[in-house]
């Protein structure tokens, strides 16, 4: 069973424009972590959250634990912000992590 | 942010040899972890470690061995290489106390011909 899913799967943009991007979760979590990956590199880790709102930069956070969900904010989306963006959920029991598909940002001038 | 290495960043290996994939950290983490990333896969975990001398098998272990010698190294081992484990492969370290936060490193693209 896949434990985070993300949506959506794609998402195109002009620049300038908002992105909110949605991951959701199939057991209750306090540990998630967003990720920016570009093609072929590392993953960047954007935020850490494990509940209530984070920001950092044009980036916003939210976790909602009972709701088992997770959202990040891009505000003034800019070119460069392109990319894949990861969330990763993890459990206390091992400090392992499990990750979503991603979603692809293309951020278009 | 823990400053995760990893080398070599490519390699060409042939199928039946071995390959030894090498990961430093230098930010203390007890954790460390081996991901591959594939096209439809996502990332898989393939070993993890609570520290220097333990190993422990991931999702996908078939194929790979592990080894932590110290806090700070981990290495990936593929003893008899296939053109299967051709991939992009991240190290990554994480902190303990509850927090299961993690870094990676910069990856290392292996084809096996």
């Known amino acids: 069973e896949q434990q985070v899913q993300q949506s959506p799967a794609s998402l195109v943009l002009q620049e300038a424009e908002n992105a909110e991007l949605q991951c959701s979760f199939s057991?209750?979590?306090?540990?998630v972590q967003w990720f920016y990956q570009r093609p072929g590199g590392r993953l960047v880790s954007l935020l850490y959250?494990?509940?209530g709102t984070k920001q950092s930069g044009r980036l916003t956070s939210t976790t909602v634990i009972k709701e088992r969900r997770s959202s990040l904010h891009i505000s003034s989306s800019q070119i460069t912000d392109s990319g894949t963006y990861l969330c990763?959920?993890?459990?206390?029991?091992?400090?392992?992590?499990?990750f979503g598909d991603g979603t692809q940002l293309v951020v278009k001038p | 942010e823990a400053a995760v290495t990893q080398s070599p960043r490519n390699k060409v290996a042939v199928t039946g040899g071995k390959v030894t994939l090498s990961c430093n950290q230098t930010?203390?983490?007890?954790?460390m972890y081996w991901y591959r990333q594939d096209t439809g896969h996502g990332l898989r975990l393939i070993h993890y470690s609570y520290g220097a001398g333990s190993t422990e098998k991931g999702d996908i272990p078939d194929g790979y061995k592990a080894s932590r010698p110290s806090q700070e190294n981990f290495s990936l081992i593929l003893e008899l290489a296939t053109p299967s484990q051709t991939s992009v492969y991240f190290c990554?370290?994480?902190?303990?106390?509850?927090?299961?936060?993690?870094?990676f490193g910069p990856g290392t693209r292996l084809t096996v011909l």
């Open positions: 959250n494990p509940s």
């Open positions: 990554a370290s994480g902190d303990v106390g509850g927090r299961a936060e993690q870094f």
């Open positions: 930010n203390n983490h007890n954790n």
């Open positions: 057991i209750f979590t306090n540990q």
């Open positions: 990763a959920m993890g459990r206390n029991s091992n400090n392992r992590i499990f």
